[in-house]
Structures are given as C-alpha cells and as structure tokens.
C-alpha cells in the first residue's frame, strides 16, 4: 500500500457493477489509462454495464492481485503542466492471473456473454519474426502449440489466446472479434495469420477443425492505439492518493491527449466505444501508418539519441537543439514516404507529436521507450528506409535511428560513460558480434530485410553513423 489511506473500493461510484462482456489480455499501464477508460465512459453513457473487462494477466500478478483488493477499481492521472487531475476508472468486471487461475480465464472466453477479445500484449508478445510476420518456431512457441494440443495451460499470451479460442469453439460459445491493441502495422491482420499458423501447427491440422471455425465465427479488426502512458512512480501514486484520498497500487499517469481508431469488422456486439471518442473506420491502414511512423519512429530516435546524449526523459531529449532537428528531419522523410489519413494533416500532426513529446509533466523516461527496439524498427522506422530507396532517394534520418540504436545496444552506456538500461531481446546476440562487423550485426539483428542488408551503400551509411557517434557523440555528430 502507497500509505495509510483506505483502499479505493466500488462504494465510492454508484451505479451496477459492470458484467463480463469484454476479455483482455495484457493488464499494463497502457492498457489502464487507455481502453479501460474509453470503455468506463462508454457504459457511463448508456448506463448498460455489460462491457465490463474481465483482465487477464499472462504474467505477473501484481496488476491482478492490487485490482482485486480494489473491486477493479484504479486511478488514471491526467498531467499536463503544472496540473493534474485524477479519475476513478470502473470499467474492470474481473482480474485473473492466469498461471494461477488459467481454469477461470478459460471458462472467460468460453462464456457467450464475451463477444470482444481484445489485446496489449507489447510487439514481441506476437511472437511473429518482426520483418516477416510468420510465427516463429522456437522453444517458447513449440511449448505452447504442445500445450494447447494437450488442452494444459500455455505460457504465452498467444497460447493463451489460442488456447482460449479453442474452448470457444468446443463450446459453441458463438462469434468473437478479437481486437489487436498493440503498435503494428496492421495489427489485426497480423494477429490472425499468427493465429491460423499456430492453429495449423496443432496435431490434427487444422487444429481440430480450429481453423474453420475461426474462419466462420472470428474477426480481427486493426485498430490503431495511442496514448503516452509513462511507467507509474511512487509520485504518481502520492499524488492519487492526494486526489482521491485512496491508496490505490494499479494507479496509472498519462498525457491528456487519447485517441484510437479502429476497423469496423466485428463478428458480434461490441462495446459502444464511439460514445467516448473512438472513431471507427473501413480501414486503419493510412492511421496506424501515419501513427508508427510519424510517432513513434520519431519516439524511439528521441530516445536512443537522447539517452546516448546523457537525457533521462524524453521532454529533456526533444529539447535538446541536435536531436530536435535529427527529428524534424526524419519527420521531412517521413512526410514524402505516407498517405494523410482522410481529413489529417501530416505535418500539424507531427508538430503535435513533437509538443506531446514535449509534456515534462510525464517524466516519460528514454530507457522506457528504448526497450525492445528489435521489435519496434522494423514497424516504426525500416519501412522509411525502404520507401526512400525505392524513390530513388534515402533517408539519412532513418538510417541514423538505426546506426543509433546499434551504439545504444552495443555500447550501454552514455557518451559521458554513464550506464545505459538496455532491455532488448536481440542484445546478447548483438553483443556475440563483434561490433566493428555492421553486416554480421545486422543479420542477427533481423530488424531490417536481408536485401537492405546487403545493399553495401546503405550499410556504408550505417558504419558511417556508427562510427561517428562513438568518436563525438550524439551532440558533436559531424553527419
Ligand atoms: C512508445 C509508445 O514505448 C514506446 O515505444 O513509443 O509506447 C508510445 O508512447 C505510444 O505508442 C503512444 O501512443
């Protein structure tokens, strides 16, 4: 507990308590301070509180055990500037950990009263190769498509979502649409492929007559998701229990700016999410495009650079005269390279982004938005690179991103020496490489496609970059 406050508990709404209509895997802060409150504000406006979320962590228990002692209930913290606002947000119907309760989680999406599955699994919860999309056959997925042909619980959150998909169907539970909710390009699309290989890797192909079934009875809408939702801190929480008087361990602090577009394709009923703002759409494509690539590439630049630079958050690193214009200029590539979505305009949108980045309220940190690179280029960043070369042209930004998040990997530490946080999954295999040897790094790597790799003058720009930032750094770059 946060202090000697009382916990927050449902007394404190009115109002009937939401029943299950919607499973969600991936309980984190994202997760929290976004749908959880597009869905609390759409059953606060039809008072039809059917559209609880029944969370499922794959993981950890902390969300799930805190959500319990708290009816569901949990703080989101709006900060922008000098002020802060605090909301009470009462849309979670229920909370399970499924290592310890998978029994439970299972009879969730079995239960016909669920018709929505939706998903915040992070990009490397897919288990997709990141430049290829197909599911990849290592031990972590043959150990799940063993334990799904076993009916025992998976490990993964796509196991565990197979797995759920297929008591769905021995039930006759009726159609679902499941809802990818994670930085993809066409993340719906991605998530039914990966779905439709794992059910065809199940022994009695295809999967026991899985695949048919989700032909008939599955959709998988792409929705595009955004919100900057920072790692929760004790001051975060202080600052809720300020507001609220309640001790609340699931408290989450964002931005004020919230949006999400999703494909209208739902097999079933869902939630009424158009009453608090989410617009739904034909296609998502242009928006999820015009988002990785304008938003979070330039997320991610900010961050290797800025954490490279010696910066702890990224409204330091924006502010910071090299990396702002390296930003504006991968914004320029970006900008020739994409489609406005109907009604947008790009470049009001990317000076947007960059005064949302901007927001030091967040104290958003570099290494956060460092993490798993690996996993983020290939969507946010490689398809500029690709772009411009079959233009005719290359994006100088881009490429610097990536010879950027090679020295942040490879190097973990500052220019001025200070150690780095670095959480990636291809960072022990780059660090077997040695790391004078671009293309051999690049191959283990696997973030960009094996014919960009063996282009010799975009990877010469590569070691040019490279070089340049180990010899005077991010603020004394000579390219
Ligand atoms: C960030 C995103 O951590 C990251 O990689 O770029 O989480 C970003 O804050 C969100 O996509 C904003 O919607």
Redesign the pocket.
Known sequence: MADASPSVSRSVLGGPAPRPGVVHLGVGA?HRAHQAVYTDRAMAATGDPRWGIVEVAPRSADVVDALRRQDGLFTVLERSGDDVTARVVGSVAEAWHAPSSWTEVAARFADPRISVVTLTITEKGYLGDPVTGALLDDDAVRADVAAVAAGERPRTGLGLLVAGLRGRAVADAGPVTVLSCD?LVGNGARLGRLVGEFAARLPGAPGYGLAAWLAASARFPSSM?????PATTAADRADAARLTGFADDAVVAAESFTQWVIEDDFAGERPPWELAGAELVADVGPHETAKLRV??AA??MIAYLGALAGHETIAAAVADPPIRAAVEALHRDVLTTIDAPPGWDLRAYAASVLERFANSALGHRCD??A?DGSQ?LPVRVVPTILATRAAGRSSAAATLVVAAWLRFVLAGRSDDGRPLTVNDPARDALRAVPASDVERLLDAAAVVPPDLVADDAWRADVVRYLDDLSRHGVRGRRQ
Request: charged share 20%; proline share 0%; no cysteine.
């Open positions: 994202f930085n998701v955004d919100r900057i939702v938003l979070n997320h991610s956060q938005v993490a983020k």
